[in-house]
């Protein structure tokens, strides 16, 4: 049996692989030629000017010229509302082909954090923690409290859990320790039953006013009340309004 593949063999495959090559040697000049063309035959234009034009705005103004849009990203800034354009890339006033991607990015607003919780805190504490969220420590209120322990934090103003811009101002109340004998505070209802709020009430001569509201919290309970707890009422009117939870 003759082999398969002899010189004569070998040559003419030789010879194949070589035509093969050189149909794509000239295909891939071809094409780029082509394409080449293609690109020159478009007509130069001037990139406008989309920065401070909303996303539809940039959108409209750069099709009305034949070029393309792409968005690169969103960006905090609060200088600029949300939406609009805060810088593009080619810049306005560059010469382009039609056909060009011009990327644009985007203002997200003013960066919003969310506050954190400084209940019972100190100062220091509580100013470290507003720091490490990129918020600030304002103004400080000394009171008494019958429920936080001298120098802890009390309340605060945003209250915890909303939103906040960055570096906003956080104001504290800061307790001063329990009360002096002739200084009356408004007791604590929040997360009692309506029998416990009516006897503690009762217990220390206040005038209670019962609400109800729909609430996600357990049925039957205190969620907020007015004035709020450790509120000094020495001369004031002894009264407390508290919002019970219904469904």
Not at 118 to 127: E, H, I, P, T, Y
Not at 198 to 215: F, G, P, Q, V, Y
Not at 217 to 234: G, Y
């Amino acid at each position: 049996m003759q082999p398969m593949f002899n010189g004569k063999n070998k040559i003419k495959w030789g010879r194949i692989a070589v035509i093969v090559l050189a149909i794509g040697i000239a295909a891939y000049f071809s094409f780029n030629k082509v394409m080449s063309a293609m690109t020159h035959n478009k007509k130069e234009v001037i990139v406008p000017n989309v920065v401070k034009k909303t996303l539809d705005g940039a959108l409209a103004e750069l099709s009305s010229v034949k070029l393309a849009i792409s968005k690169g990203g969103d960006e905090y800034n609060m200088n600029v509302p949300p939406g609009v354009v805060l810088r593009q890339n080619p810049p306005a006033g560059m010469k382009v082909r039609e056909g060009k991607v011009v990327k644009v990015y985007v203002s997200r607003g003013g960066e919003t954090i969310s506050v954190p919780d400084l209940s019972g805190m100190s100062v220091r504490n509580a100013d470290i923690a507003l720091k490490n969220e990129g918020l600030t420590l304002g103004e400080i209120t000394k009171r008494y409290s019958e429920t936080v322990t001298k120098d802890g934090i009390i309340d605060q103003d945003p209250l915890p859990g909303t939103s906040a811009d960055e570096w906003a101002l956080v104001n504290v109340s800061v307790s001063e320790g329990q009360p002096p004998d002739n200084v009356k505070l408004m007791p604590n209802f929040l997360g009692k039953t309506l029998a416990q709020a009516r006897e503690i009430a009762s217990k220390n001569s206040i005038k209670i006013d019962i609400k109800n509201e729909k609430s996600n919290e357990p049925e039957n309970t205190v969620i907020r009340q007015a004035p709020e707890p450790d509120a000094d009422i020495t001369k004031g009117n002894k009264a407390v309004t508290v919002y019970i939870s219904a469904k």
